[in-house]
């Protein structure tokens, strides 16, 4: 079955603790993803990623760090969680550019204390 | 001026009548627009892409888009109540694939 798969679904940490937040799919898409969706804000992107090794900044990247070395994994790390990062987390992908067949994990509901 | 802007909700229409959602962006440059459909609690889900002007068909839904007027519009024929969501208009920056932008999502309610 063709998926992208958030871990952990839900999350509370404190602040300063560093976390992972890993996102991995199945079907050998180049292009992945990380939003943030705030209520009033939306969905706003994070980091992207077009390839392995290849990351670019979205809309609000501080924060956050990102790596690809493998074309399926594609994690979200938080060096030092504030509680301005709470929020749920999506992790996206799909073939080539822009949002074509994209595929959304199920979300990581993080609450930074 | 944000990136994407879409109608501010929340739609409401009754069941069978035709839901339109709007949505306009500000890089003149944009090439690919999406919509999306999120059903509340869960993940958004693709549901129309569009590259070129005019109009695209899939069933029941028909997205139009418009560049010269910056302008992406998601029409939904013979609404049921299933249709009832938040449906999210996204932008891929001209200059730069894979920079997507959202709109803050209109929901829409079908009521039987």
């Known amino acids: 079955e063709a998926q992208v798969t958030q871990n952990p679904r839900y999350l509370i940490t404190v602040t300063g603790k560093k976390l992972t937040v890993t996102c991995s799919q199945n079907?050998?898409?180049?292009?992945m993803s990380w939003y943030r969706q705030d209520p009033g804000l939306g969905l706003r992107q994070i980091y992207y990623s077009m390839n392995v090794e290849v990351t670019d900044k979205g809309d609000v990247p501080e924060g956050y760090k990102v790596s690809r070395k493998e074309k399926r994994n594609f994690p979200l790390i938080l060096e030092s969680p504030s509680p301005n990062q709470t929020s749920l987390y999506f992790c996206?992908?799909?073939?080539?550019?822009?949002?074509?067949?994209?595929?959304f994990g199920q979300g990581t509901r993080l609450t930074v204390v | 001026q944000k990136e994407v802007e879409q109608n501010s909700g929340p739609l409401s229409v009754p069941e069978g009548a035709i839901a339109s959602l709007n949505c306009t962006y500000s890089d003149r440059g944009s090439q690919s627009f999406f919509w999306y459909r999120q059903y509340s609690g869960k993940s958004p889900e693709l549901i129309m892409f569009i590259y070129s002007n005019g109009d695209k068909e899939d069933g029941r839904f028909t997205a139009q888009l418009n560049k010269a007027s910056q302008y992406v519009s998601l029409l939904i024929r013979d609404s049921q109540p299933s249709d009832s969501a938040t449906y999210l208009c996204a932008v891929e920056k001209g200059s730069t694939l894979g920079r997507l932008y959202f709109g803050r999502g209109t929901q829409l309610t079908v009521w039987p």
């Open positions: 079907m050998n898409h180049e292009y």
């Open positions: 996206a992908s799909s073939f080539a550019q822009g949002g074509t067949e994209a595929f």
